[in-house]
């Protein structure tokens, strides 16, 4: 099967799951329901790079790992258990982005100015250097999403899809209308009329275009608006959800 990023890069839509709860055997779940991507939530969940290995082992190389913070050493850590796709939170401006770009790579002659380090021998990704082309193919495989999250980087949201290295951009709703005044409103039609001209602009700028809604008509409009990389649901709603719902079974009030 093509890798996530390459069904991303011919234009597929992705749909996948956020993994919040720290549980291997949830990811075990998730990865086996038909879902195109899980992504572990290093940012929010209760992960250390200790319970990220234990998921990234169930879940493979198509693994995606929200890393807690824009920081190049949690970077080197994600890619080196073997996970290619990382997304960065808060990312406000094409400085930031760059060097996150940066610490997804090794130095190369395609991408001097990559800072990973080499630890080949040393790591899962290259499976304890069993895969001897690890090392030259990383750069390719990897694929890095930046998050669109705040007033700041809508205003610089252009010249951070310019960046070299940048696969694509993700809309952080919940962050986002934050930032714009709207404390856990993501209805307001200002956040959302903010959401369709950030997607539309990503997708303008040929990056690929990442977006989050549980609401199912909202995430096809997302769709619709050229979003490829859709998160639809998360282990912690859905589990939430369905024992809320199993509850009202007996205490109907
Ligand atoms: C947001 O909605 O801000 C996110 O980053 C998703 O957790």
């Not at 956020?18 to 329901?33: D, M, N, P, Q």
């Not at 980087?153 to 310019?162: T, V």
């Not at 934050?178 to 997708?203: K, T, W």
Request: hydrophobic residues 45%.
């Amino acid at each position: 099967m093509a890798s996530l990023k390459s069904r991303l890069q011919a234009g597929s839509v992705q749909h996948g799951v956020w993994l919040g709860l720290g549980s291997a055997a949830v990811a075990e779940i998730a990865t086996t329901a038909g879902f195109d991507w899980c992504l572990i939530d290093g940012e929010h969940g209760p992960y250390d790079i200790a319970a990220v290995a234990d998921q990234a082992r169930v879940l493979g190389p198509e693994a995606c790992v929200r890393v807690p913070k824009a920081e190049d050493w949690m970077i080197k850590q994600v890619l080196d258990l073997g996970c290619h796709t990382v997304v960065v939170p808060m990312v406000d401006t094409p400085e930031q982005a760059h060097e996150m770009a940066c610490a997804m790579r090794y130095p190369s002659k395609e991408f001097p100015q990559g800072t990973r380090g080499i630890a080949s021998s040393l790591v899962r990704a290259s499976g304890y250097n069993h895969d001897t082309d690890y090392v030259t193919q990383a750069n390719d495989r990897v694929c890095l999403f930046v998050q669109i999250e705040s007033v700041t980087a809508l205003e610089n949201l252009d010249a951070i899809c310019a960046v070299e290295g940048v696969d694509g951009a993700f809309i952080g709703p919940a962050d986002l209308a934050a930032s714009m005044g709207y404390l856990h409103d993501l209805d307001a039609p200002e956040v959302q009329a903010a959401i369709d001209n950030a997607l539309r602009r990503i997708v303008a700028s040929g990056k690929i275009a990442g977006a989050f809604s549980f609401k199912p008509d909202r995430a096809a409009h997302y769709v619709e608006m050229g979003a490829t990389m859709v998160a639809v649901a998360s282990d912690v709603a859905l589990l939430s959800g369905a024992l809320r719902d199993c509850t009202k079974g007996f205490r109907p009030d």
